[in-house]
């Protein structure tokens, strides 16, 4: 069974420091891997995914993220964090076989806090 | 905007009631998917349809079912309702099975 897990439930940097969420997963086969951003009171957004093409993925509002089957990691980092990037993240998995569904299995969510 | 539509947004019911939330996907998506969101489970995976089949479930429970019409909507339907029921539900819709998964902005339940 494919399951997710995100270490550190809460999170907080200044305003302009590195942003580094992490994320560890288990799975039998090589899974897609997705990070969702959700703000109060909307549904989730997708930042990035990996689906086995380049292990370092590009997503939107500057934010990026490694895998490495190695660790069985996928970190979500950013270079620079903005007050707007307070929000909740969420890493989640999937597994790669169209007949399995695609359906997403998500971990607990890091709440990130940015300080001025 | 996701292009996936919710409704209602908001619903307060009491405990025994049976409700329905509906969720029409983008344009051209055949998939749908439905989540629950609360404090204490996190985000869970509760059923899957493909172009009106049910293709996958995970924990939902019996007195939960949903459908996906021919315009591809879809209906979660909640009845014999608990306090345990309050919590966020997600609708998500998909092109093809195992491409990315798009939300829409959720029907948050709340049963008293």
């Known amino acids: 069974a494919q399951s997710v897990t995100q270490l550190g439930s809460h999170v907080s940097v200044s305003e302009g420091a590195l942003v580094l969420l992490r994320c560890n997963y288990s799975?039998?086969?090589?899974?897609?891997l997705f990070w969702y951003v959700q703000y109060p009171n909307q549904g989730l957004q997708l930042l990035l995914k990996y689906t086995s093409a380049a292990t370092l993925v590009k997503g939107i509002n500057g934010f990026e993220a490694e895998f490495k089957k190695s660790e069985t990691s996928f970190h979500l980092t950013k270079p620079s964090a903005h007050m707007s990037d307070a929000a909740e993240y969420f890493c989640a998995v999937s597994d790669p076989f169209k007949n399995q569904g695609g359906k997403l299995i998500f971990g607990q969510g890091t709440e990130l806090s940015v300080k001025p | 905007d996701s292009g996936v539509t919710q409704t209602p947004k908001h619903l307060i019911t009491a405990t025994g009631q049976r409700v329905t939330l509906r969720c029409s996907p983008r344009s051209g998506d055949l998939s749908v998917y439905w989540y629950q969101q609360s404090l204490d489970q996190g985000l869970q995976f509760l059923i899957q349809y493909y172009n009106g089949e049910e293709r996958a479930k995970g924990n939902i429970l019996e007195r939960f079912s949903a459908q996906q019409f021919p315009d591809l909507h879809s209906e979660l339907n909640l009845s014999s309702l608990e306090l345990g029921d309050s919590a966020l539900y997600f609708c998500?819709?998909?092109?093809?099975?195992?491409?990315?998964?798009?939300f829409g902005q959720g029907t948050r339940l709340t049963v008293v």
């Open positions: 998500a819709s998909s092109v093809e099975q195992g491409t990315e998964a798009f």
């Open positions: 799975s039998s086969v090589p899974p897609y």
